[in-house]
């Protein structure tokens, strides 16, 4: 195994939270408390998976094509991020039909309450709330040094890049340029927001 696959392998923290090796996010339904799960977050094959089923709908290219496979995305999400409570490892239904089932599945306002809590404990993570320590954070940045970006294009510099778009504006960077002159080296946000291909 190279040092960056290595490397990588150290750094997975995220990874190995979904699998129930750190403590997931718990969720109950406001309607129904006594209905609790485990949330984490998907690997990639995973979300992979949930866009593969997105982009299959049959649906017309207008705001209501864009409505039902945001929907698909939500509901093929849940179905991997959704886990029981005692058990990390094992899903909380074992298909989409299961969940969606009219007797025992979710009702749309349940997904509707679940996808963002997904959503929130997606976005509002970070290597603290992650159990990340100060080696294994200075490990992921060796990493990421040795990355040659010349070589980067397509989906890996989209997303590179997509990466330095999200940052707050003004956060200090340690002996480099501002958040600002960078941005300005790699384009304008328009560019970093649209999908690759699109």
Known sequence: MNEILER???TRRFAKMRMGQAAPDYVTLPDRPSVGFALVPLIEREYQWT???AAAIPAPENVYGVDL???TMQVCTLLYALRMPDNHQQRAFESL???LDEELGLEPTEINYLSECYQRMVDFSSPSMDGLSDEQLEELKKALVTIDWNA???KPWWHLKGVFMT???GLPLDNSPSLGSILSLIGPSDEATSTPGA
């Open 51 to 53: 866009l593969e089923q």
């Open 97 to 99: 039909e299961q969940m």
């Open 167 to 169: 940052l707050p504006a």
């Open 152 to 154: 980067l294009s397509g």
């Open 8 to 10: 990588l392998k150290e």
């Open 69 to 71: 496979r945001d929907r």
